[in-house]
Nanobody, 121 residues
Framework: QVQLVESGGGLVQLGGSLRLSCATSGFPFSSYVMGWYRQAPGKERELVAHISNFGENTNYANSVKGRFTISRDNAKNTVYLQMNNLKPEDTAVYYC??????????????WGQGTQVTVSS
């Protein structure tokens, strides 16, 4: 079955960095656009970055542009999110998922457990 296992979150101070990883299995990884989403308390889940099947195209939410970098390793079935210059408003649970197509919604029913990122001021 599809598995998405996020890791790398933690508590970091304002301006710090974290690198998130999402190890996947159960589906043909290179056949899918992959994305990182986040959900803060009391807010809806939002897409923060996504990357095309072979990494040739990426897109970022305006709130993270210039600070976050998404990448993928198709040989390892893993997608990454490098987060620099973190701000308190980046505090959220971060999830990875497949997208139905580059500008499409996430594939339903296959969310992982997420990884908590907390940025203190």
């Amino acid at each position: 079955q599809v598995q998405l296992v996020e890791s790398g979150g933690g508590l970091v101070q304002l301006g710090g960095s974290l690198r998130l990883s999402c190890a996947t299995s159960g589906f043909p990884f290179s056949s899918y656009v992959m994305g990182w989403y986040r959900q803060a308390p009391g807010k809806e889940r939002e897409l923060v970055a996504h990357i095309s099947n072979f990494g040739e195209n990426t897109n970022y939410a305006n709130s993270v542009k210039g600070r976050f970098t998404i990448s993928r390793d198709n040989a390892k079935n893993t997608v990454y999110l490098q987060m620099n210059n973190l701000k308190p408003e980046d505090t959220a649970v971060y999830y990875c998922n497949r997208l139905t197509y580059f500008w499409g919604p996430p594939v339903s029913g296959s969310w992982g457990q997420g990884t908590q990122v907390t940025v203190s001021s």
